[in-house]
C-alpha cells in the first residue's frame, strides 16, 4: 500500500510540475525570488490546474509517509520524472525516444536496487524530541541561504540549479516533518496535531520551498532548473530519516554497496532525463538570458 500510494504521489507530482514549469518560464522577468511571482502565479489557471496537482501529490505522499517511512516514500518519488517526461512528451506531441526510455528504466532500477538491498523501515517518529530537529533545520536553512545568496551573483541560467538545490533540501525537510505530523495525528487525534508545531512548519517550508522552485522555473528551462531539486530531496529527506526519525537501512557491505550503486544510478539518470527536449519542453526556445541578448 506505501509503494502504491508513493507512486501515485510521483504520478501527481511529475504531471503537476511539469505543468507548473511551462507556465513560470513565461512569466515576466524580474519576479525570481519575489512574492510577485507567486501573484502572477497564481492569477494564471494553467498554473492553478498544476498547483491542484502537485497538493493532489503532497496529500498521496503524505498518506505514504503516514503508513510507511521518509526513507523508503523518498527515492520512490523519483518516479515523478518519468510521469514529467510522459507529460511533455504528449503535450508537446513528439515520440518518446529510446534513449528515453532505456534511462527512465534505469532510473527504476536504481529506485529498485536502493529499496530492495537497503530494506528501509519506518523507525519511531513520535520519540524523536522537539530539539533534535533544530540541526537539521539550522543545517538545511544556513545552506539554503547561502545558496540563494550566492545566486543571486550569478546568471539566470547558473543561478536556477542553485535555488532549486535549496528548494529539494527544504521539500525533503519537509517530508521528514509530514511524517512526524501524520504519526502524531493518527497517536494523539487532530487536537494533538493542531497544537503541535510540526504541521505549521510544513507549511512555512513548503512555501520557502515553493517560491525557490518556481524561481527556479522562471530564470531556467526544466533541463537545467528542474534536476538538482529531484536529486536534492530525496537525498535530504533519507538523511534525516534516519538520523532524526530512526529509519534503518541494511548495512553490510553487500547492500550498502548496492545502495549507493542505486542512488548513483538514480542521480545521474535523472539528469540524462532532464535533458530531454520532452522534459524540458521547450526544445525550440533559447533560455531567456540568450533571448535577451538575442532581443
Do not use: C
Not at 497517536?187 to 520557502?208: D, E, K, M, N, R
Not at 524561481?215 to 538523511?239: H, N, Q, R, T, W
Amino acid at each position: 500500500m506505501v509503494f502504491i500510494l508513493a507512486v501515485g504521489a510521483a504520478l501527481m507530482l511529475g504531471v503537476g510540475s511539469a505543468i507548473q514549469q511551462r507556465v513560470a518560464f513565461r512569466a515576466p522577468d524580474g519576479l525570481a525570488l519575489h512574492v510577485g511571482l507567486l501573484w502572477h502565479l497564481v492569477r494564471q489557471r494553467l498554473w492553478l490546474l498544476g498547483l491542484a496537482t502537485t497538493l493532489l501529490g503532497g496529500l498521496l505522499s503524505g498518506a505514504a509517509l503516514g503508513k510507511g517511512s521518509v526513507v523508503l516514500v523518498q527515492p520512490v518519488l523519483v518516479l515523478r520524472l518519468l510521469f514529467a517526461l510522459s507529460t511533455a512528451a504528449i503535450w508537446s506531441r513528439r515520440p518518446l525516444r529510446p534513449r528515453d526510455w532505456a534511462t527512465a528504466l534505469a532510473v527504476t532500477g536504481g529506485m529498485v536496487a536502493f529499496l530492495v538491498a537497503g530494506a528501509p523501515g519506518t523507525g519511531n517518529p513520535e520519540g524523536v524530541q522537539d530539539w533534535e530537529w533544530a540541526a537539521p533545520a539550522f543545517a538545511i536553512g544556513t545552506l539554503t541561504l547561502l545558496l540563494v545568496h550566492v545566486a543571486r551573483r550569478l546568471r539566470p541560467n547558473q543561478e536556477a540549479p542553485m535555488l532549486a538545490l535549496g528548494a529539494g533540501m527544504l521539500y525533503g525537510l519537509q517530508s521528514a516533518l509530514t511524517q512526524s505530523a501524520v504519526h502524531r495525528l493518527s497517536t494523539h487525534g487532530l487536537l494533538g496535531l493542531v497544537t503541535s508545531w510540526q504541521p505549521y512548519a510544513v507549511f512555512v517550508i513548503g512555501l520557502v520551498g515553493t517560491l525557490l522552485a518556481q524561481s527556479a522555473f522562471d530564470l531556467a528551462p526544466l533541463s537545467v532548473s528542474y534536476p538538482p531539486l529531484a536529486v536534492a530531496e530525496p537525498l535530504a529527506g533519507i538523511a534525516i530519516g534516519i538520523g532524526v526519525l530512526g529509519g534503518t537501512l541494511r548495512f553490510t557491505p553487500a547492500t550498502f554497496a548496492v545502495e549507493a550503486a542505486g542512488l548513483i544510478v538514480m542521480t545521474l539518470a535523472v539528469y540524462l532525463l532532464a535533458s530531454s527536449p520532452h522534459i524540458v519542453g521547450h526544445h525550440d526556445e533559447p533560455s531567456k538570458e540568450g533571448a535577451d541578448e538575442s532581443g
